[in-house]
């Protein structure tokens, strides 16, 4: 069993940056792919960005490539999701998963635990 716990989200001006936390608990989670989505209202949840905890391949969404950064704390056991130049469209529920994955996927069906996720609201 995994267990995800996001933080960080918040209301910002478009431009501006968020740095969300993804605190990760669990007997093997580190032989998971972790993965950041997100859910606008009225949309369907899409893929943000992920890694293999082990393996290192990173993946992003074409989206948010050279804005968005994933990384690892492995000492606090914590995924972050440094977010800049954030636009209105960035809006949305931020959901943390973990999959048992030796390569990330831009699926969501493919991820088995999620956390509650944090809301991100950027402003125009």
């Known amino acids: 069993q995994v267990q995800l716990v996001e933080s960080g989200g918040g209301l910002v001006q478009a431009g501006g940056s968020l740095r969300l936390s993804c605190a990760a608990s669990g007997r093997t989670f580190r032989t998971y792919s972790m993965g950041w989505f997100r859910q606008a209202p009225g949309k369907d949840r899409e893929f943000v960005a992920a890694?293999?905890?082990?393996?290192?391949?990173?993946v992003y969404a074409n989206s948010v490539k050279g804005r968005f950064t994933i990384s690892r704390d492995n000492a606090k056991n914590t995924v972050y999701l440094q977010m800049n130049s954030l636009k209105p469209e960035d809006t949305a529920v931020y959901y943390c998963?973990?999959?048992?994955?030796?390569?990330?996927?831009?699926?969501?069906?493919?991820?088995?635990?999620w956390g509650r996720g944090t809301q991100v609201t950027v402003s125009s």
């Open positions: 998963a973990a999959g048992t994955l030796v390569v990330p996927t831009t699926t969501p069906a493919s991820y088995n635990y």
């Open positions: 890694f293999s905890w082990s393996g290192g391949n990173t």
